[in-house]
């Protein structure tokens, strides 16, 4: 919220900060990009994409903005000059112009000394950029939707701060989440499975995978890693109802009993197993997805997208200053042979008179 008086009439000393976000969520640390925010902006924006890997249902995410006045020169390379500057002028004339002599590249090395020995100086301290905190938040599980939000910032510092900047008081992102239960395989195997109005005698054998809010089955197990579209999908949700069938003393196995309402009508579907341990492993699964799905409320009614964060390109390597020579890569001295084998130079006239001239010779 620039003034009226600094944004419209374009007044006063150009304010410019560099900042940048710290983003926390239990040991995963993470950064923005630098922007550079002066009176010609009126939005700040970060275009990252951060991803957090193990964070729980009770988790906060602390986001920080930090601030720094960018009008001190803080460039590292003209630091040693400054200081030999300094030196010289503290120390007197005649050692200080030594001091600058053997800080200043020479003609024919980076350091010269002249033809003294090494002089050795304690490795100055850099003053950089100082940073300080500006604004935070935090946010939670509560805070989780599959589109953009407006968020309360806590502001700290004043006008009388050289990092400030007159913030709205809001921050606005998109905070999604993926929890294993909807993205990864929860439990996996063959069943026989039975729909409510059908032939009680017929039973379909089917390899089931429980992910998401589904239960999918296909006829085959290598579908799935075909990615085929499943035989049958039953519905697994918060409103599901899942039982399992009184044990029959005839039967190695237990049916399990899916109902789920579609408008206002009911359908179950049946499960059996081989075996009542496979039942027992079964009703686990059940339990445990209705209890994830239970922690992580409305993270779990679609599945969120998340798009991976892009690599962070690398910074560009500056080339060490130095002589000419030094910049030069050496060149290997190739022998005789190989100059008439690379020389394009020499064409094939000039190889008639030779090989005439020692024709002529011999």
Request: net charge negative; charged share 20%; aromatic share 8%.
């Amino acid at each position: 919220m620039w003034k009226d008086t600094e944004y419209f009439k374009n007044k006063g000393e150009l304010h410019r900060c560099a900042v940048f976000c710290l983003l926390q969520l239990g040991g995963e640390i993470f950064d923005t990009d630098m922007v550079i925010v002066d009176r010609t902006l009126t939005d700040i924006c970060f275009d990252n994409t951060i991803a957090f890997n193990e964070a729980s249902p009770g988790f906060e995410l602390r986001v920080e903005l930090y601030s720094c006045c960018s009008e001190d020169d803080y460039s590292a390379g003209s630091t040693p000059r400054k200081l030999a500057s300094k030196l010289s002028s503290s120390l007197g004339r005649s050692a200080g112009k030594k001091l600058r002599a053997a800080m200043e590249p020479g003609a024919c090395s980076p350091v010269s000394n002249g033809g003294a020995a090494p002089l050795l100086l304690p490795v100055p301290s850099v003053p950089g950029p100082k940073y300080h905190l500006l604004a935070h938040t935090t946010l939670s599980l509560s805070h989780v939707q599959d589109s953009f939000r407006t968020h309360d910032l806590t502001i700290l510092g004043n006008e009388e701060c050289s990092y400030w900047l007159p913030l709205y008081g809001s921050m606005c992102c998109r905070l999604a989440a993926q929890p294993h239960c909807m993205t990864q395989q929860m439990m996996g195997g063959w069943l026989k499975v039975k729909q409510c109005g059908g032939d009680p005698q017929t039973w379909t054998k089917v390899y089931a995978i429980l992910k998401a809010t589904s239960l999918f089955c296909y006829q085959r197990q290598e579908d799935v890693e075909a990615s085929v579209e499943p035989a049958l999908t039953i519905g697994i949700n918060k409103e599901t109802r899942i039982r399992a069938s009184e044990k029959d003393p005839l039967s190695k196995g237990q049916n399990i009993c899916i109902s789920n309402r579609y408008g206002g009508e009911e359908v179950t579907h049946t499960l059996n197993t081989e075996s009542r341990e496979d039942t027992h492993h079964w009703m686990e699964a059940f339990w445990q997805h209705f209890y994830d799905m239970s922690q992580w409320k409305q993270c779990c009614d679609d599945l969120m997208k998340i798009e991976l964060p892009s690599p962070r390109k690398p910074a560009p390597v500056t080339p060490k200053q130095g002589s000419l020579y030094h910049e030069m890569a050496p060149l290997s001295t190739p022998s005789c042979e190989g100059l008439l084998l690379q020389d394009n130079a020499v064409s094939a006239e000039i190889r008639a008179l030779l090989s005439s001239y020692y024709n002529d010779s011999y």
